[in-house]
């Protein structure tokens, strides 16, 4: 058991399934050996198997956290946010300190348009840790929906200082400064997300709409078009 979570650790998933499916042999009623087989399925996106592990577990130790919060996973992965949230909410019961799990289960409430609940998450989880990058940026993601620019640009700010290469957050940080109208600044993320990834097809939708917005009606309609060849489901709208 310790050998495969420890291949599990190193990224080393066939290994650790191998050698966890072992442990299980030997050890039928061994939860964590069900949880850490799980994640290494999770990893080959093995869900429905991943799902009968997790179960597994979360039947033999109705207490083992890590077991509830990993199926939660698994869950949202298939789109099944209430599930998740309610296991998460149960390995929130158990782990009352684990910024990982109000980071998921924020991530689940905001994918349902809870964008006031998963804000309270994701503050609890940078509490927790404050220096997840990914997590400053998911809340200010979650406040431009609730319509919080100000402070969605000072939690896009820091995610950019704690990561500067991170493309997403510059696009986020220019839709929230389009919607203030400092469409100059916009601009400015906008192009920095383009040069991070130049096949960022939301970059290149949002550019087209800051120039929109200063009616630049040709660079506009460029970049939108650049955006509809990279992800054609824009055509749609963001």
């Not at 429905?48 to 592990?53: F, G, K, T, V």
């Given at each position: 058991?310790?050998?495969?979570?420890?291949?599990?650790?190193?990224?080393?998933?066939?290994?650790?399934?191998?050698?966890?499916?072992?442990?299980i042999?030997?050890?039928?009623?061994?939860?964590?050996?069900?949880?850490?087989?799980?994640?290494?399925?999770?990893?080959?996106?093995?869900?429905?198997?991943?799902?009968?592990?997790?179960?597994?577990a979360?039947?033999?130790?109705?207490?083992?956290?890590?077991?509830?919060?990993?199926?939660?996973?698994?869950?949202?992965?298939?789109?099944?946010?209430?599930?998740?949230?309610?296991?998460?909410?149960?390995?929130?019961?158990?782990?009352?300190?684990?910024?990982?799990?109000?980071?998921?289960?924020?991530?689940?409430?905001?994918?349902?348009?809870?964008?006031?609940?998963?804000?309270?998450?994701?503050?609890?989880?940078?509490?927790?840790?404050?220096?997840?990058?990914?997590?400053?940026y998911?809340?200010?993601?979650?406040?431009?929906?609730?319509?919080?620019?100000?402070?969605?640009?000072?939690?896009?700010?820091?995610?950019?200082?704690?990561?500067?290469?991170?493309?997403m957050?510059?696009?986020?940080?220019?839709?929230?400064?389009?919607?203030?109208?400092?469409?100059?600044?916009?601009?400015?993320?906008?192009?920095?997300?383009?040069?991070?990834?130049?096949?960022?097809?939301?970059?290149?939708?949002?550019?087209?709409?800051?120039?929109?917005?200063?009616?630049?009606?040709?660079?506009?309609?460029?970049?939108?078009?650049?955006?509809?060849?990279?992800?054609?489901?824009?055509?749609?709208?963001?």
């Amino acid at each position: 058991y310790s050998r495969g979570v420890a291949y599990e650790k190193m990224g080393r998933h066939e290994k650790a399934f191998q050698d966890l499916d072992m442990a299980i042999d030997l050890d039928p009623n061994h939860a964590p050996a069900y949880t850490a087989r799980g994640i290494a399925r999770t990893a080959f996106r093995d869900y429905q198997w991943a799902l009968l592990d997790f179960n597994r577990a979360c039947e033999l130790d109705p207490n083992f956290g890590q077991a509830f919060y990993n199926r939660g996973l698994v869950k949202a992965a298939l789109g099944e946010h209430e599930e998740a949230i309610a296991d998460f909410d149960r390995a929130l019961e158990l782990l009352p300190e684990d910024a990982d799990c109000y980071r998921a289960r924020a991530d689940s409430r905001a994918a349902l348009g809870r964008f006031a609940q998963a804000v309270e998450d994701y503050t609890r989880a940078l509490e927790l840790n404050p220096l997840d990058a990914e997590t400053h940026y998911s809340r200010g993601v979650a406040y431009i929906e609730l319509k919080k620019y100000h402070e969605a640009i000072t939690d896009l700010d820091r995610a950019i200082e704690l990561a500067p290469s991170y493309p997403m957050a510059y696009v986020s940080r220019g839709i929230a400064k389009e919607k203030l109208g400092h469409y100059e600044e916009a601009l400015t993320d906008l192009d920095e997300a383009i040069e991070l990834d130049p096949d960022l097809a939301q970059a290149y939708y949002n550019r087209g709409v800051v120039y929109g917005s200063m009616g630049e009606y040709e660079r506009a309609t460029q970049n939108l078009n650049r955006a509809i060849e990279l992800d054609p489901s824009l055509a749609n709208g963001r």
